[in-house]
């Protein structure tokens, strides 16, 4: 019984260093798409797209932030559980907004990978819940490779606030 322990907080060190990061960086940078204009087509200039999304970041990194981190792998999957919806809500914000014309592409590639992270942000609290250390590890690789590049396009996109280094 011990070893379970034992690799319990190996876990959830592991956690702690990697997914919950992670998680919390792919939050911020889903509200890093938004923008806003003046213009009757509803599309955003480069400068309101970067204020609209510092913004949404802000709104969503404190929401996060304002969630009590899990002191043990059982409290993972509860964490995950009131992660997700945030995260789900910051896309479907972001996704309403129509972001300068040269950068809609791009944009839009930055929702798709943070999308990624919701999966792999469900599998990590399936695989705390089950203990699974090696679930563990390949959902905090998905969850930081989808982080990585949804931070490289917003911070191309001058998006800097809504990157996870910020």
């Given at each position: 019984m011990r070893g379970a322990a034992a690799c319990g907080d190996a876990t959830l060190?592991?956690?702690r260093a990697g997914l919950i990061p992670a998680v919390v960086a792919v939050a911020v940078a889903?509200?890093?798409g938004c923008g806003g204009d003046s213009g009757g087509d509803g599309q955003l200039s480069t400068e309101e797209f970067r204020q609209?999304?510092?913004a949404i970041c802000a709104k969503y990194n404190e929401k996060i932030k304002a969630l009590e981190s899990p002191s043990s792998?059982?409290?993972i999957g509860s964490y995950v559980d009131q992660v997700v919806p945030l995260m789900q809500k910051?896309?479907?914000e972001l996704r309403a907004l129509r972001a300068p014309a040269e950068s809609q592409d791009d944009f839009n590639r930055m929702l798709d990978e943070t999308e990624?992270?919701?999966p792999a942000a469900q599998q990590l609290g399936e695989a705390a819940a089950?203990?699974?250390a090696a679930a563990v590890q390949r959902a905090l690789k998905t969850g930081q490779q989808a982080d990585a590049a949804s931070d490289k396009i917003a911070t191309d996109?001058?998006?800097t606030g809504c990157a996870s280094s910020e």
């Amino acid at each position: 019984m011990r070893g379970a322990a034992a690799c319990g907080d190996a876990t959830l060190r592991r956690l702690r260093a990697g997914l919950i990061p992670a998680v919390v960086a792919v939050a911020v940078a889903l509200a890093s798409g938004c923008g806003g204009d003046s213009g009757g087509d509803g599309q955003l200039s480069t400068e309101e797209f970067r204020q609209q999304a510092n913004a949404i970041c802000a709104k969503y990194n404190e929401k996060i932030k304002a969630l009590e981190s899990p002191s043990s792998p059982e409290e993972i999957g509860s964490y995950v559980d009131q992660v997700v919806p945030l995260m789900q809500k910051g896309i479907s914000e972001l996704r309403a907004l129509r972001a300068p014309a040269e950068s809609q592409d791009d944009f839009n590639r930055m929702l798709d990978e943070t999308e990624k992270a919701i999966p792999a942000a469900q599998q990590l609290g399936e695989a705390a819940a089950n203990n699974d250390a090696a679930a563990v590890q390949r959902a905090l690789k998905t969850g930081q490779q989808a982080d990585a590049a949804s931070d490289k396009i917003a911070t191309d996109l001058g998006l800097t606030g809504c990157a996870s280094s910020e």
